[in-house]
């Protein structure tokens, strides 16, 4: 089975705290994503990756950045958090050439205070 | 125009009804199509693909109509645990692997 894991399932941080979210899988997948979830907005996507060091922007990208060192290790960075990313934090990787199935991680739910 | 819409609902079904979904989609390059289920404060996980055929899976049936670009899911003989949000998915031809979720139909099934 294929298992993504989230380094945290609940953290709260103050305005202006660099914070770091961190997320594992263990299938070898090349792609990995982060997403945030919010309700009436459905997932939009922050960043992606499709390998080591590689990285694209997705559809709000603005006051985020990620970090992939090690293929099975996608960091997403709130470099001065704000009030505004407070929101569930999604992990999810896919393998490249596959089915385009993505699997998630179980969130970060984010309070930023 | 959202890439990917659906009606958020809440549907509120007795056990045992059948109960549909739609969703339509807006770019007509996009190639394939699915639908996550997500419970309560849990994560997305893929319920099933959508071929142009059409295809089942036990109680679940789901369809694409590609010259109307939409989505549909049909669950027959609905369940308690089927009790879920349901996204509508598809894959964005521009971006390698990227998929474009709706903001998914919120489905209650009441005993």
């Known amino acids: 089975d294929v298992k993504v894991t989230q380094s945290s399932r609940y953290l709260v941080k103050r305005t202006g705290e660099k914070v770091f979210l961190e997320c594992v899988q263990d299938?070898?997948?090349?792609?990995m994503f982060w997403y945030r979830q919010d309700p009436g907005l459905g997932l939009r996507l922050i960043y992606f990756?499709?390998?080591?060091?590689?990285?694209e922007k997705g559809d709000i990208p603005e006051g985020y950045s990620v970090s992939r060192e090690k293929k099975e290790r996608f960091s997403l960075i709130l470099e001065s958090a704000s009030t505004n990313q407070t929101s569930m934090y999604l992990c999810?990787?896919?393998?490249?050439?596959?089915?385009?199935?993505?699997?998630f991680g179980p969130g970060t739910r984010l309070t930023v205070t | 125009r959202k890439e990917v819409e659906q009606d958020p609902g809440p549907f509120n079904v007795p056990e045992g009804a059948t109960v549909a979904f739609n969703c339509t989609y807006s770019?007509?390059?996009?190639?394939?199509f699915f639908w996550y289920r997500q419970d309560c404060r849990k994560e997305p996980k893929l319920l099933m693909s959508?071929?142009?055929s059409g295809n089942e899976d036990g109680r679940f049936t789901a369809q694409l109509n590609r010259a109307s670009q939409y989505i549909s899911l049909l669950i027959r003989d609905s369940k308690l645990s089927d009790s879920a949000t349901y996204l509508c998915v598809v894959n964005n031809p521009q971006g390698a692997q990227k998929l474009v979720f709706g903001q998914g139909t919120r489905l209650t099934i009441n005993p």
């Open positions: 959508v071929y142009s």
């Open positions: 999810a990787s896919s393998l490249e050439g596959g089915t385009y199935e993505q699997y």
């Open positions: 990756s499709y390998d080591v060091k590689m990285k």
């Open positions: 770019n007509s390059a996009s190639q394939s």
């Open positions: 299938m070898d997948h090349e792609n």
